[in-house]
């Protein structure tokens, strides 16, 4: 060469290394940063291990909250470490019913955590392909399509989510609906945005120039480079949807009596608040905070390492 | 010798990277003496911006540090305190920075930019200082000052901006101005303008100039004692003459010899690699000749008639057409097997429209493109995918057209197996000999494109059009985003390869000197038409058109013998945008030379 | 601007006629009112004659285009119980919602951003890092479930402030309003309080992304460059950036507020509209469901169009145009 090894003149990039191992991929990079991080580290322990209780629920529960012949009313408001009529201790305490809030707290939990996810991931995927769809077509669709967007996200979601609730009624697969219709617009806006800028740059004009099928472009270049602003607003609104929900069901418009779900059970503590007998509204409130928190700590680390712009 | 304006010594300026002091700049030292010009000039990663930052203290001072001395009218600048030092910005000092657009805060108008300066250092009333500004911007050549101050800076242009932010710098007759690139991000034309207004408002305020810069022409434009700078160090200062003339350092020399220089080719009739220097001793090599490769026997395998590329500009509720970008207008020419036909012109003048209407990038309104005897606007799916084959493209910037998480291995074999030319299994076999024919190794293709250089990045993306054996690569500007000794390592790397393979290439480029080395022919746009087309050495040594002559009189040329003074004009670089109704005129050619013609220039001339 | 106000209202009126029909229509597959509000020991009768005085016996789309009829001259029918006029059971309660409301969002403004401002400007000092983990604590809080608590800490434990109603008001050019008595301030302060918590994180989170971005642009270093003080650059060239954004985030922030205070009336029984809505919801009451509904609708639109006018008048970046 005639110069000076060329990465010298580069400020932008270092040059590879010789001998290095095989290198990491950005995906990678970005997970490893995530552990390092103590705060996202801390929300993923916690959520896995929410996780891991509301699906072993049924075996850890000491009772079945929504069996009602497991129920004894003679029970009902124990305090926090009580004994039962038959000796199990109720650790949290009991709700108006005789229900051991512990149990009930993990089958709350259980709803919450699979009404968050299957509503997020089904929003997921319809606002994904409305986006990538609107981005793709371009012209008039497009305007039409955001404009539905855009009309759709100046209404706050719980405002949606209540009339939908109002005309459809009560029940976990009608909350999923409304939470669905709530946030599919979410989605859609930002995978449009990050594919709108994405098909602008030059690795896609190289793409396409090299003649490969368009469904090659679209999903093995365009959409994995979509994918991490996707990420971030899908780990927050999973924390939002779960809110949303137990807020509707604290409203009684949620999910029915008989199965309550953690906000049912805050409501349900409420009127026995202001005698002093704090905890049916309060542990559930907490587990559901704890749940959120942790779910906000990793969406938080993830957007400050999927954004390039902070750096710099 | 007078008491120099500014005397560094000794400066030395860290980073903090993840925790570690880290020296960027070591041991920097010059002076610059009243009403001189000093230029300090290198590469990318040489520290020159640093150097300018660390004058002003404008780095952080949470991950940075400077010692040393920088003395300016008696004092140490490091060692002020900070009032001290911003009384001394923008007064005592000015400063200019590379990128007009963004230098000027969006939201605030034009006069109350200048205006705050004026009120702050030197206590002008509010009305005072308006008449001030309004001077000022007289002063810098923007016509119709005083009702301009008024606006904001998106109704400026890029040009107009710079002209604003150095009325800003120069609102308080500072004694010395630092330009750290001022130029760089404007089109030639306009880098012109500017150039001489600094040398003409020099000259009457009676101030010196740091002109921190990477462009070896603008160096020897302006300069009077030149700075070179390299990973850290001045290598070598001395006169701008002497710089030039018999530099001593091989760094100086390596990177003078990767200067193209405009009108250094005459005499030469093909395109001239670009000579190699020993780094130990500095000897400079004669650069290789260049085979003999267009094949003019054979038919062109690119013809373009007629071609038309126009973006409509919709608005309202019912998306009416109120206008349109005639980004390409009726252009025609022809490109030969082992031939390269350069594309050159100023920002908004259609040339990289061309080269991406041709593979149906864009989608073209009119004009036939023929390549290898295929139709292109006719082709279906599966013709144009065979047409796009033998066609490839590279593009500017080498960050950029890499999927950052595509495996480079991977990106290169993919179109090959996407066409069915090799197995995947054979295909890393292919990738490790493409990679080694564009000076890389095989074992590289494991890893992700930023773990490249920008320099190795281009090579890559060459690897990946070379895999599908094209015939025909347009390169769109693609050599312009590196540092010039890459830019000479690429280039070199580019005429290899047109005579081992009997590539044509479609160059396009704003860059004149780079044109010059390395076309047979050359093609001039402006707003959207060949204005002026034919062989290399006539076109630049013969130019005929009036816009042809004025870009090649305001390229910089790389040899302070050849420094010319031209009018501090303030025109501006037209908009290709039309009303909806509007019908451009037939252009009409003459042939004033074998293969050289001019569009006839009518009333309402062009330039 | 003709052109965009015009595209402006045809869009409103295409949501409201969009929203009406669907909820008309979904209201009238759920269920039947008549169900919930007559006595279970009715006769068929009288049941017959509580039907035909609603018009529930007609057609689905007859209902519905006497129902557009009406809304055309501004009726939007009585509500089925209370036997009022829907739209003025809600424009009864509008003040006390918008007041809470924009208490709440003043809450927000007044603390977040200061708070968001310093965290963007010393991102690494201790007390931004506090802001920031407040901040992600204050995001994750349940509307329903802080409120609780509050009322808990500071009503029932300390006894400091009152837990439900309104409070003493005073009329201001005949609306009743709470923020000048000092009975009424107490009583608004832990509502307020309460639905301003989240948009307080939000308000910091946007400020301080703002103030990092923009203290990263080229125009800051050339201000500094320019010799200008740091507090000037912050002041001046800084917070405008910053906060012309945040015109289109207090916009919507806003609708979101009268939205959310839904939860919050319910908490602390504040007498506003959203009190009302959800009760009506219970019973199916389907006149006071629409006209909320019409209403909130167009308080939006009005809403959005005020932000988007002053966003063009304090950005000189943007201009109106219909699209």
Avoid at chain 2, 93 to 104: A, D, V
Wanted: proline share 6%; charged share 20%; aromatic share 6%.
């Amino acid at each position: 060469m005639t110069l000076p090894t060329e990465s010298a003149s580069s400020i932008h990039a270092p040059a590879a290394k010789p001998g290095k191992r095989r290198s990491v991929s950005p995906f990678a990079q970005a997970f490893g940063k995530l552990l390092r991080d103590p705060l996202a580290l801390t929300g993923i322990v916690v959520l896995s291990a929410f996780v891991l209780l509301a699906i072993f629920a049924p075996l850890l529960a000491p009772q079945n909250p929504y069996d009602l012949s497991q129920l004894d009313i003679m029970d009902g408001r124990l305090k926090p470490g009580s004994e039962s009529m038959t000796g199990t201790v109720y650790l949290l305490g009991t709700d108006d019913q005789g229900r051991d809030l512990f149990s009930a707290i993990l089958f709350g939990l259980r709803t919450s955590i699979l009404v968050g996810l299957v509503s997020a991931a089904i929003a997921l995927l319809i606002g994904a392909s409305i986006g990538l769809l609107s981005a793709y077509a371009g012209g008039r669709t497009d305007a039409f399509l955001m404009r539905i967007v855009d009309i759709q996200l100046s209404f706050p979601a719980i405002l949606i989510a209540l009339i939908f609730l109002a005309v459809l009624g009560q029940g976990v697969d009608k909350i999923i609906f409304a939470l669905v219709v709530t946030q599919w617009a979410y989605y859609a806006r930002t995978i449009r945005g990050s594919a709108l800028v994405e098909r602008k740059r030059a690795y896609v004009d190289a793409a396409r120039s090299m003649a490969l099928p368009d469904r090659r472009v679209l999903f093995r270049h365009i959409l994995p480079n979509c994918l991490p602003p996707l990420i971030v607003v899908a780990t927050m609104r999973v924390a939002y949807a779960i809110m949303l929900e137990a807020t509707l069901s604290f409203l009684g418009i949620g999910l029915p009596v008989t199965e309550p779900s953690l906000g049912l059970l805050v409501s349900n503590g409420f009127e026995y608040l202001l005698s002093g007998d704090y905890w049916i509204s309060f542990f559930p409130g907490l587990a559901l905070l704890i749940l959120i928190v942790a779910i906000n700590l990793i969406g938080d680390s993830l957007r400050d390492i999927l954004n390039p712009r902070r750096e710099g | 010798m007078t008491n120099p304006i500014l005397s560094v010594q000794d400066l030395t300026t860290s980073f903090r990277v993840d925790g570690q002091w880290r020296d960027v700049i070591r041991g920097v030292a010059f002076d610059i003496q009243p009403r001189e010009t000093v230029a300090v000039v290198g590469e990318s990663g040489s520290g020159k911006s640093v150097t300018a930052m660390s004058i002003m203290r404008l780095l952080s001072p949470a991950n940075s540090r400077s010692t040393g001395r920088i003395e300016f009218e008696g004092r140490n600048l490091l060692d002020l305190p900070l009032p001290d030092m911003q009384a001394i910005r923008g007064n005592r000092i000015g400063m200019i920075f590379q990128e007009p657009m963004t230098s000027l805060n969006p939201v605030l108008k034009i006069g109350d930019q200048i205006t705050e300066v004026l009120r702050h250092h030197r206590g002008m009333s509010d009305a005072g200082a308006m008449a001030e500004a309004a001077r000022l911007l007289d002063r810098v050549r923007i016509p119709s000052a005083r009702q301009r101050l008024g606006e904001y800076p998106m109704n400026f242009s890029g040009g107009m901006r710079q002209r604003v932010v150095i009325a800003i710098a120069l609102a308080c007759s500072p004694r010395l101005l630092i330009a750290d690139e001022p130029t760089t991000a404007l089109d030639v034309t306009i880098q012109a303008q500017i150039l001489e207004l600094i040398k003409t408002l020099q000259e009457e305020e009676g101030m010196s100039v740091l002109f921190i810069t990477h462009d070896m022409g603008v160096v020897a434009e302006v300069s009077d004692r030149t700075v070179v700078m390299y990973r850290g160090d001045v290598v070598e200062t001395a006169t701008t003459e002497e710089i030039f003339r018999r530099a001593r350092h091989p760094y100086s020399r390596a990177l003078l010899s990767a200067v193209p220089q405009l009108g250094a080719m005459r005499g030469h009739d093909r395109p001239l690699r670009f000579p190699r220097v020993d780094m130990t001793t500095g000897e400079i090599a004669p650069p290789q000749s260049t085979a003999d490769t267009v094949r003019r026997d054979a038919a062109p395998i690119l013809e373009v008639a007629n071609l038309v590329t126009r973006f409509p500009i919709r608005k309202g509720i019912l998306r009416r057409v109120v206008g349109r970008i005639h980004a390409v207008e009726d252009i025609s020419f022809e490109l030969r097997q082992g031939e390269t036909l350069s594309l050159v012109g100023e920002s908004g003048c259609g040339k990289s429209t061309t080269g991406r209407s041709l593979i149906r990038l864009e989608e073209p309104t009119g004009g036939t493109v023929s390549l290898n005897g295929h139709d292109v606007r006719k082709a279906g799916h599966s013709e144009l995918a065979s047409i796009r084959r033998d066609v490839q493209m590279i593009f500017q910037d080498p960050f950029e057209s890499l999927n950052p998480r595509i495996r480079i291995g991977a990106a290169i074999a993919e179109p090959m197996i996407a066409h069915g030319l090799v197995s995947r299994r054979d295909a890393p076999a292919r990738v490790a000999g493409l990679l080694e024919r564009v000076g890389l190794s095989g074992e590289m293709m494991q890893r992700f494109p930023h773990e490249f250089s920008g320099g190795q990045r281009q090579r890559i993306c060459i690897a990946r059009a070379l895999a599908l054996e094209p015939r025909l690569i347009i390169a769109d500007e693609s050599v312009s985003a590196l540092d010039v000794s890459v830019k000479a390592q690429v280039i070199n790397l580019m005429l290899d390869l047109q005579e081992r393979y009997g590539l044509g290439y479609l160059f396009i480029s704003h860059d004149m000197a780079v044109v010059e080395r390395i076309s047979h022919r050359v093609a001039v746009m402006y707003l959207g038409e060949i204005v002026e087309i034919g062989p290399r050495a006539a076109v630049f040594e013969n130019p005929r058109h009036p816009y042809t002559r004025k870009l090649i009189a305001a390229v910089p040329v790389a040899d302070p013998s050849r420094r010319q003074r031209r009018v501090a004009t303030a025109e501006e670089i037209r908009s290709p945008y039309r009303s909806a109704d509007y019908v451009p005129p037939k252009r009409l050619f003459r042939e004033v030379g074998d293969g050289h013609f001019v569009q006839i220039v009518d009333d309402e001339a062009a330039a | 601007m003709s052109g965009y106000l015009f595209s402006r209202f045809l869009q409103t009126f295409v949501t409201l006629f969009v929203m009406s029909v669907l909820v008309f229509g979904g209201l009238h597959m759920v269920g039947n009112p008549v169900d919930v509000l007559l006595s279970p020991t009715a006769t068929p009768a009288e049941r017959l004659e509580v039907i035909r005085s609603f018009g529930l016996d007609r057609p689905v789309w007859e209902q519905y285009w006497i129902f557009l009829g009406n809304a055309l001259k501004g009726e939007l029918g009585n509500s089925f119980v209370f036997n009022q006029p829907a739209l003025d059971l809600i424009l009864q309660r509008m003040p006390a919602t918008l007041e809470l409301a924009v208490t709440a969002l003043l809450m927000a403004l007044v603390i977040g951003i200061p708070l968001g401002i310093h965290a963007g400007l010393r991102p690494n000092s201790v007390l931004s890092k506090s802001i920031m983990t407040f901040s992600i604590l204050g995001f994750s809080l349940p509307t329903f479930w802080i409120g609780l608590v509050m009322i808990m800490v500071f009503a029932v434990q300390l006894g400091w402030l009152p837990s439900s109603g309104r409070g003493e008001t005073t009329e201001v050019f005949g609306v009743p309003l709470s923020v000048f008595t000092r009975d009424g301030l107490a009583h608004l302060a832990l509502p307020a309080f309460n639905l301003a918590l989240f948009k307080i994180s939000l308000v910091i989170r946007i400020t301080r992304a703002g103030v990092l971005e923009t203290m990263q642009l080229d125009f800051v270093r050339f201000a500094r460059a320019k010799g200008m003080p740091e507090r000037r650059i912050v002041s001046v060239h800084v917070l405008k950036n910053t906060l012309i954004p945040l015109i289109t985030v207090i916009g919507l922030e806003l609708g979101s507020l009268i939205a959310f205070a839904v939860v919050t009336e319910t908490i602390f029984a504040w007498p506003g509209m959203g009190k009302l809505i959800i009760d009506a919801i219970a019973v199916l009451d389907r006149p006071v469901i629409l006209a909320y509904l019409m209403i909130t609708v167009v308080m939006f639109s009005v809403i959005n169009l005020v932000v988007d006018i002053l966003y063009s008048v304090v950005d000189p970046r943007v201009r109106l145009e219909g699209k």
